[in-house]
Nanobody, 119 residues
Framework: QAQLVESGGGLVQAGGSLRLSCTAP????????MGWYRQAPEKERELVAS???????IYGNSVKGRFTISVTNAGNTVHLQMNSLMPDDTAVYYC?????????????WGRGTQVTVSS
């Protein structure tokens, strides 16, 4: 079971933008959904955005209107366009995917990419 591969994190000034990307590795598994979670120091992991194959995107309340999730590559790559970034967006962002093969299901996770928004 391979990890997801994330990219796009970095340091940005408040009001700036970043675009995260995550691609599922080659696998026999079917990707049923992908998304992003984040975790800031001393805070619980929270949903940023997710989308299930055939479904509508879901966003965390704190990012609605600022972040946009999209999928490409037949649903095997997920992007997170982050605009109007604020210092409170500073966190480690983790890519997530729901995968299935046959009767089995699993969650895949990236190792995280740091997003830091300076004030």
């Amino acid at each position: 079971q391979a990890q997801l591969v994330e990219s796009g994190g970095g340091l940005v000034q408040a009001g700036g933008s970043l675009r995260l990307s995550c691609t599922a590795p080659r696998s026999k598994a079917s990707i049923d959904g992908m998304g992003w979670y984040r975790q800031a120091p001393e805070k619980e992991r929270e949903l940023v955005a997710s989308v299930t194959r055939g479904g509508a995107p879901i966003y965390g309340n704190s990012v609605k209107g600022r972040f946009t999730i999209s999928v490409t590559n037949a649903g095997n790559t997920v992007h997170l366009q982050m605009n109007s970034l604020m210092p409170d967006d500073t966190a480690v962002y983790y890519c997530w995917a729901a995968a299935s093969w046959g009767k089995a299901h699993s969650e895949l996770w990236g190792r995280g990419t740091q997003v830091t928004v300076s004030s």
